[in-house]
């Protein structure tokens, strides 16, 4: 019976790659990732509150990494957010690590602290100088979030909710679709913590492209 | 009164020190002419065939993304260089069309930069527009060859191959070679 699901669900998978051109499985919006993949190791990285961060030894069931800027309009209307997100998740084994990669001065690590500690960033902020994060998880732009569980595994990429806010020039949040109503982060962080699969594993996450030294 | 006078001369002496806007760029364009046209993707698509027989480099930028405002200036260059040879620049803002502020520093900035393409305004929300173009950031170009055809999409998709002008240039040779 497993034999025949698996042929029929693969059989409809081709019917769905040849006639869309695209393919069933996540990575369509990252081209180094894709859901399933593990979490590469990595050296440490420097937090906004002066302690040093090995990601590999995080010890929470679940991981999530949100890639961030300080200067990116979609950054600042996603942060409160996120911030609220990780106070709701704070008496569960979740951890949220926030990144910042570029080097441009106001989103190295001084200006990190000044912004995490003026927003009321409640979660670990850390700086990836080398790039090594962003590049072998192929984060091209903020922000964009990452779900790992227990197993270290990739369980959801993409948008935080749907419907992004845009912070305006007068510091007000737009958000482009209405109040969001699909939680996809949460969702996944949820699922992973009930051993299940994330009900959208991929999202198209769009904002300011990351700058990577060529 | 005297308080108008003051406020007056205050004006005054900053206009004087302020350069005036020249109203031609140096090759003698209007710059009154610099405008940012409000357009739907399905209007795009037929601009686009309006262009046909040219080289078209679409540079994709909003007032809100740093690199792409560091960037123009090239875009500027390059089409003051390549205009003459069948090249097309066109500008495509992404700033949110609901967000007049935005709107209104973007048409300072193409004017400030004499930006004498066509400068549009892509006139739908971020995620339809980011999804239309597929498109995960900016800055973007799009460089369409003389038949309308999409030949390079250089994007910042890809950590490890990302784009500089160096390969603007190249792709426009390159095409301008064929």
């Known amino acids: 019976m497993r034999s025949e699901t698996f042929t029929i669900l693969t059989g409809v998978g081709i019917v769905i790659l040849l006639f869309t051109g695209q393919p069933l499985l996540a990575g369509e919006y990252n081209r180094v990732m894709s859901v399933g993949d593990p979490l590469p190791r990595f050296g440490t990285f420097p937090a906004t509150d002066n302690t040093v961060l090995s990601l590999n030894e995080v010890s929470e069931d679940v991981l999530v990494l949100a890639f961030l800027a300080n200067h990116c309009p979609w950054v600042r209307g996603a942060e409160a957010d996120l911030i609220k997100l990780a106070d709701a998740m704070k008496a569960r084994s979740v951890r949220v690590v926030g990144v910042s990669v570029n080097h441009r001065k106001e989103d190295r690590l001084p200006a990190m602290k000044e912004h995490a500690s003026e927003f009321g960033y409640n979660f670990t902020y850390v700086f990836d100088e080398s790039q090594d994060l962003g590049r072998k998880l192929g984060a091209s732009r903020t922000p964009v979030f990452f779900v790992f569980d227990s197993a270290r595994r990739l369980v959801y990429t993409g948008l935080l909710h749907n419907s992004p806010g845009q912070m305006r020039r007068n510091g007000s949040v737009h958000y482009t679709k209405g109040d969001p109503t699909e939680f996809y982060v949460k969702d996944a962080i949820e699922a992973a913590l009930d051993g299940m699969a994330a009900p959208v594993p991929e999202t198209r996450a769009h904002g300011c492209n990351i700058e990577y030294v060529r | 009164m005297r308080h108008a006078l003051r406020w007056l001369s205050l004006i005054f002496a900053f206009s004087a020190c302020t350069p005036p806007i020249p109203s031609v760029d140096d090759t003698g364009n209007d710059l009154k002419q610099v405008s940012l046209v409000p357009i739907t993707y399905i209007d795009w698509t037929d601009k686009l065939k309006s262009f046909k027989g040219k080289i078209v480099v679409v540079d994709f930028w ?21 205009r003459s040879r069948g090249v097309q620049f066109v500008s495509m803002c992404l700033d949110d069309p609901s967000d007049l502020e935005a709107v209104g520093t973007a048409r300072e900035f193409l004017r400030n930069n004499r930006a004498t393409f066509h400068n549009y305004l892509i006139n739908e929300d971020a995620l339809e527009a980011f999804d239309k173009f597929d498109l995960l950031g900016i800055p973007a170009v799009f460089i369409y060859d003389r038949s309308g055809i999409l030949q390079f999409r250089l994007t910042g998709d890809d950590p490890r191959d990302q784009f500089t002008e160096a390969d603007v240039e190249r792709a426009i040779e390159g095409l301008l070679d064929r």
């Not at chain 2, 993304?65 to 500027?76: A, D, T, Y």
């Open chain 2, 62 to 82: 909003a007032t809100w993304c740093s690199p792409c405002l560091e960037r123009f200036p090239k875009m500027i260059g390059f089409h003051q260089s390549y």
